[in-house]
């Protein structure tokens, strides 16, 4: 009898000595180089999670992992998708970071004033999303950094973009000055892909806005070099060449040197910075601007002053 009692307690002691020391290998962090992304699919057996980890060197042992996650139930839990690892990490929080669906996000950017074309090219080309999607008008989308899992459709971002755009409209139509000459936010649009495309200044943006606002007020011709661009072009190739005198007598609605009043539609995707130019445009006698050689542009009131500051720039640019 004490020799079984003695076993018993042998047993117990080593059970226990064995459970402190399993706990201390899931606690300790491994010790990770660099960035690791993780990629767990749908359906992926818990041997596979394990051999990913250990493949990535993120656990010593498999069966360590295997245990851990058995013992306490979590593998019906794990979330398919990416995990980020930049750190130090133990399986007890390997197993908590695939069992939470805090996946890791990736960004796709679209810069202000990309054509729909350009846009669309963009999203062709991330592999790491899946899908076609429905092709879109310019205008459609607004430009910004969006976040999505690998395996998203191109269209989720294409919808995602398209809800920004609707919002950030909205917002700007409901809070525009008063007496802007623009009939709905379908033209403010349209004149802040104009104001998008003439000047990569931000803070000129409001100064470029007040100009064409100006304009519109006085039932002057635009005479915007974007617009015949998007003429010649429709926005599905790049133009490659400067404009010509001929250019600016193509017969075309987007001609704004030969058609008054806004283009029939946006001519790119302008941004929510040009977009909140349009609404609030500086409070300028401006009628006329010239790129002044260094980036900017100069303003002018009258023709007059606007020929100076071409001439300016024509001997800036000889």
């Known amino acids: 009898m004490k020799k079984l009692l003695f076993l ?20 300790t962090p491994q010790k990770i180089e660099g960035e690791k992304i993780l990629q767990i699919n749908s359906g992926d057996s818990l ?17 360590q992992f295997i245990l851990y996650m058995k013992i306490n139930r979590l593998y019906p839990n794990v979330k398919a998708g990416e995990y980020l690892v930049d ?35 963009i999203l062709l080309n991330n592999n790491y999303l899946s899908n076609d ?14 976040t999505f899992s690998r395996g998203d459709t191109r269209q989720k971002i294409v919808n995602k973009a398209h809800a ?10 409901d809070e525009r000055d008063a007496d802007l000459p623009l009939k709905n936010k379908e033209e403010m649009l349209i004149l802040a892909s104009i104001v998008e495309k003439e000047t990569g200044v931000a803070n000129e943006r409001p100064q470029v806005a007040s100009v064409f606002i100006n304009r519109l007020r006085k039932g002057m011709l635009l005479q915007t070099d974007p617009t015949v661009i998007y003429a010649l072009t429709q926005g599905k190739t790049d133009l490659r060449r400067k404009l010509t005198l001929k250019d600016l007598e193509t017969d075309n609605p987007y001609n704004t ?9 946006p001519i790119c995707n302008p941004g929510k ?46």
């Open 47 to 63: 041997l596979n999670v394990a051999s990913s980890l250990y493949e990535q060197k993120l656990i010593n042992q498999k069966w």
């Open 257 to 265: 040197y030969k058609y008054a009043g806004l283009p029939p539609t």
């Open 8 to 27: 018993l307690l042998i047993c117990l002691g080593t059970a226990a000595f064995l459970c402190v020391k399993f706990q201390q290998i899931v606690n």
């Open 164 to 173: 920004a755009l609707k919002e950030t409209l909205q917002q700007a139509w």
């Open 133 to 146: 999607f429905k092709s879109f008008n310019e205008g459609y989308v607004l430009p910004e950094t969006y």
């Open 87 to 121: 750190k130090d990490i133990s399986i007890v929080e390997l197993g908590n970071l695939i069992t939470s669906g805090k996946a890791f996000l990736r960004k796709i950017t679209f810069a202000e004033g990309l054509t729909s074309r350009e846009i669309a090219n």
């Open 273 to 318: 910075a040009a977009i909140m130019a349009v609404a609030h445009p500086d409070k300028t006698p401006y009628l006329y601007f010239v790129a002044s050689g260094n980036g900017g542009h100069n303003f002018a009131r009258t023709l007059a002053e606007h020929n100076d500051n071409v001439r300016q720039w024509r001997r800036l640019n000889k």
